[in-house]
């Protein structure tokens, strides 16, 4: 399994950036995909996860209301819009993937195994 995260950039407060993350190597029917990140001197965080089987949706509640995640079939993609991005949404973001989690664990890093590069997220002026 193979993750491809990209999409990340500089934008300025109140601006929207699109990450986009490319499974390959396996079929994500039973599979999960996770968004993380991690901003300087912390430790890495959930943001948001997609479970393919059903479409289900998870979100922390920093980004409610802001982020949303879809996929997109054809091309094996999830995709995290995020808006009205803050300075604190600074960081590193990871895509991982993992298969047949439930729902009680898919906030939790450890529950994958699989991850992609990260690609950096910068919220400034």
């Known amino acids: 399994v193979q993750l491809q995260a990209s999409g990340g950039g500089l934008v300025q407060p109140g601006g929207f950036l699109r990450l986009s993350c490319v499974v390959s190597?396996?079929?994500?029917?039973?599979?999960?995909i996770g968004w993380f990140r991690q901003a300087p001197g912390k430790e890495r965080e959930f943001v948001s996860a997609?479970?393919?089987?059903?479409?289900?949706?998870y979100y922390a509640d920093s980004v409610k209301g802001r982020f949303m995640i879809s996929r997109d079939n054809a091309k094996n993609t999830v995709n995290l819009q995020m808006n009205d991005l803050k300075p604190e949404d600074t960081a590193v973001y990871y895509c991982?993937?993992?298969?047949?989690?439930?729902?009680?664990?898919?906030?939790?890093?450890?529950?994958?195994?699989?991850w992609g590069q990260g690609t950096l997220v910068t919220v400034s002026s």
């Open positions: 190597g396996v079929i994500l029917d039973d599979y999960t």
């Open positions: 991982a993937a993992d298969s047949n989690l439930i729902s009680s664990s898919i906030r939790y890093e450890n529950q994958y195994d699989y």
């Open positions: 997609y479970k393919w089987n059903g479409g289900s949706t």
